[in-house]
């Protein structure tokens, strides 16, 4: 019987990475291991020494791509807030589809973001910060990444057929609720009923869009009239 065993002279060379791609990788490592880190202990607790720990890389390394601590530290949550983002922008272009499920869609996406570690995280970063540079710095993120999600919102609401005032409420309340929500569930237990007041906000959101589109049914209708 033969040997088929290809030889390693006869096996493909595996490509080696360019040097950008492994700057590219050491930077990635740092970023996610600051993540993990302020998600778990938040600014207070967070040490650069960890995170090289966490993400296997060396400390000189980690010092030329952030010398500073607080550049890591806005580095990851841009990080978060890009990925939030396209969460929520596939959100959108789904529910684009099904007009009938853009409320539903909206109040996932606040959910999933209010909710959950990465406003905790953000909201954290921002109160430490105050008027810093860091705060400062948070701030503007935020307006990048999450004012043009809302923004978003709005547009898709407007396309399907609602007035901007009616789109502009109805996102903006739904961010608000949840965003309220968000607060009462670190200041108190009860989270229990949450689900039921989010519950409570759709039923009215629902009204108030369809008031909207009774109100613009009943002027083309005057028209033909």
Same mark, same amino acid.
């Given at each position: 019987m033969s040997d088929h065993t290809p030889s390693s002279a006869s096996m493909p060379a595996r490509a080696r990475k360019t040097q950008a791609q492994r700057r590219e990788e050491t930077r990635a490592k740092l970023v996610q291991g600051a993540v993990d880190l302020l998600k778990k202990k938040r600014y207070a607790g967070f040490r650069v020494a960890d995170v090289t720990t966490m993400s296997g890389v060396s400390r000189g390394a980690q010092s030329h791509y952030f010398p500073m601590k607080d550049d890591l530290v806005i580095e990851a949550l841009e990080f978060v807030f890009k990925e939030t983002q396209a969460n929520a922008l596939t959100k959108i272009a789904k529910a684009k589809a099904h007009p009938d499920q853009l409320l539903q869609?909206?109040?996932?996406?606040?959910?999933? =973001? =209010? /909710?959950?570690?990465? =406003?905790?995280?953000?909201?954290?970063? @921002? @109160?430490v910060g105050g008027d810093e540079p860091l705060g400062q710095a948070v701030q503007q993120l935020a307006q990048n990444y999450r004012v043009s999600v809302e923004n978003a919102w709005r547009e898709i609401f407007k396309e399907s057929g609602y007035s901007a005032s009616?789109?502009?409420?109805?996102?903006?309340?739904? =961010?608000?609720?949840?965003?309220? /929500?968000?607060?009462?569930?670190?200041?108190?237990?009860?989270?229990?009923?949450?689900?039921?007041?989010?519950?409570?906000?759709?039923?009215?959101?629902? /009204?108030?869009?369809?008031?909207?589109?009774?109100? +613009?049914?009943? +002027?083309?209708?005057? +028209?033909?009239d």
């Open positions: 869609a909206l109040i996932a996406d606040s959910k999933d =973001f =209010f /909710l959950g570690d990465n =406003f905790y995280l953000s909201l954290d970063l @921002m @109160m009616t789109a502009d409420e109805v996102v903006s309340l739904t =961010f608000c609720v949840v965003r309220g /929500l968000s607060i009462r569930k670190i200041i108190g237990p009860d989270t229990a009923r949450i689900p039921h007041m989010i519950k409570l906000w759709k039923q009215q959101a629902t /009204l108030l869009l369809e008031s909207d589109l009774g109100r +613009k049914n009943n +002027k083309k209708q005057r +028209k033909i």
